[in-house]
């Protein structure tokens, strides 16, 4: 899916599936306010200070949430390719984003 905004991104999906990545969208923004939203690697992402922070993406039987860890930027940059998705989420509407 190529788009320039996480709005246009998340509504590429179904219904559905866009109800979750706006809870988890909104679950970012509360606990990183001045985190600025992109598009990279095709998916929905954050940064914070110039530094990614989290991404998010949305794919045919669950959701995967991306963070990057703090390091060296040789570190983040091998992270970024290297490391698998922290969190499967399927897709459910009972799924709990901190009780959003």
Do not use: C
């Amino acid at each position: 899916m190529d788009t320039d905004s996480v709005d246009d991104y998340i509504a590429g999906f179904p219904e559905n599936i866009q109800k979750q990545l706006k809870r988890i969208r909104a679950v970012i923004r509360a606990a990183a306010p001045e985190a600025r939203e992109k598009i990279s690697y095709k998916i929905a992402g954050y940064e914070l200070n110039g530094r990614n922070l989290v991404y998010f993406a949305g794919w045919k039987k669950h959701i995967s949430l991306y963070p990057i860890p703090a390091g060296d930027e040789a570190f983040e940059e091998e992270a970024s390719r290297e490391l698998p998705p922290l969190h499967y989420m399927p897709h459910a509407d009972n799924v709990m984003y901190h009780g959003r």
